[in-house]
């Protein structure tokens, strides 16, 4: 098992940065993918960015060249680097893992841009 808690998350203007946060309870060593996922009023959820055990990474095409992955082994955390934030941003975003076969969430995130 893994538990994850998300922070960072916020409101700013369009075109503004926020950087994420995702703690997880154990070695992220052990995890073969984490990442982020999002999901807007009304919408399904849907995938940001990944990044496995290795440090290869996979973003949506929305976020690519404005979104980062990234992970500390040392400290268990994966971010994620938002710039260029847009309003069609906003949303809650999940931290991810898949361990074992199986997936961890963890509770979300508000992330709010406006125009």
């Known amino acids: 098992q893994v538990q994850l808690v998300e922070s960072g998350g916020g409101k700013v203007q369009s075109g503004g940065s926020l950087r994420l946060s995702c703690a997880a309870s154990?070695?992220?060593?052990?995890?073969?993918?984490m990442g982020w996922y999002r999901q807007a009023p009304g919408k399904e959820r849907e995938l940001v960015a990944l990044?496995?055990?290795?440090?290869?990474?996979d973003y949506a095409d929305s976020v690519k060249d404005r979104f980062t992955i990234s992970k500390n082994n040392a400290e268990n955390t994966v971010y994620l680097q938002m710039n260029s934030l847009k309003p069609e941003d906003t949303a809650v975003y999940y931290c991810?893992?898949?361990?074992?076969?199986?997936?961890?969430w963890g509770q979300g995130t508000q992330v709010t841009i406006s125009a």
């Open positions: 990044i496995g055990r290795g440090g290869s990474t």
């Open positions: 991810y893992a898949r361990l074992y076969e199986l997936n961890y």
């Open positions: 154990r070695s992220v060593l052990n995890i073969n993918v």
